[in-house]
């Protein structure tokens, strides 16, 4: 069974950083492009960015792009989401997902706040 | 980026009805494969959102025969025919044609 397990949320103060983790089970994770997701809390989704599967390649949203970082280790079948000089608009739930044709499995999510 | 427009943000149904959702997109979503890179989403509290459609009318694995994806170039459509209790919910889609990936704004399914 595919499982995504995303970690490393919580309450964090404006201009702080965060990484959040997403280990992967039930296949091959060096196998597959991944990517993070997140929803606001008004339920607006949007796409943060992918990486490839030997993390040779990352591809991001233009308006995220100089503050958000993915990486993945594949000896931990982990995925990262590396958040610097947070916002009070990033406050949102995470997601990791697997990627294809289409995003075939999401995780449980994690929630981020950034608040004072 | 290409833009998604999903025209309404809540439909109130009865149970066994049919209901359809739209998805608009600002180009053609069709790629030289000749597939439709236009993908449908169910989220459902306390559940892990569930990819339903792939290529605007593939049901992924396990996905009830309810739930029918049609359309092409920027008009989609997701149907629910004889909706049951579980399908209320709120359905996205996405098109992964061209980075940055795009998702519609949602629908949310209410009873009516």
């Known amino acids: 069974e595919v499982q995504l397990v995303e970690s490393g949320g919580g309450l964090v103060k404006p201009g702080a950083s965060l990484k959040l983790s997403c280990v992967a089970s039930?296949?091959?994770?060096?196998?597959?492009?991944m990517s993070w997701v997140r929803q606001t809390p008004g339920k607006t989704m949007e796409w943060i960015g992918d990486i490839k599967y030997d993390g040779s390649y990352t591809n991001y949203a233009p308006s995220l792009k100089n503050r958000f970082t993915i990486s993945r280790d594949n000896a931990k079948s982990t995925l990262y989401l590396q958040m610097s000089n947070v916002r009070s608009e990033d406050t949102a739930t995470y997601y990791c997902t697997r990627e294809g044709y289409y995003f075939d499995y999401w995780g449980q999510g994690v929630m981020v706040t950034v608040s004072s | 980026q290409i833009m998604l427009t999903q025209q309404a943000e809540s439909l109130w149904i009865s149970p066994g009805e049919r209901v359809s959702i739209t998805c608009r997109a600002s180009?053609?979503?069709?790629?030289?494969?000749?597939?439709?890179?236009l993908s449908w989403y169910q989220q459902r509290p306390g559940q892990t959102t569930k990819a339903l459609i792939y290529?605007?009318?593939v049901r992924t694995d396990g996905v009830p025969t309810r739930f029918i994806g049609s359309g092409s170039g920027t008009e989609f459509t997701l149907s629910i025919e004889h909706v049951q209790p579980e399908d209320f919910a709120i359905y996205y889609c996405?098109?992964?044609?061209?980075?940055?990936?795009?998702f519609g704004a949602g629908t949310k399914l209410e009873l009516k």
């Open positions: 996405l098109q992964t044609l061209k980075s940055p990936y795009t």
């Open positions: 039930g296949f091959t994770f060096s196998d597959y492009w």
């Open positions: 290529h605007a009318s």
């Open positions: 180009q053609s979503l069709l790629y030289t494969d000749g597939k439709h890179y």
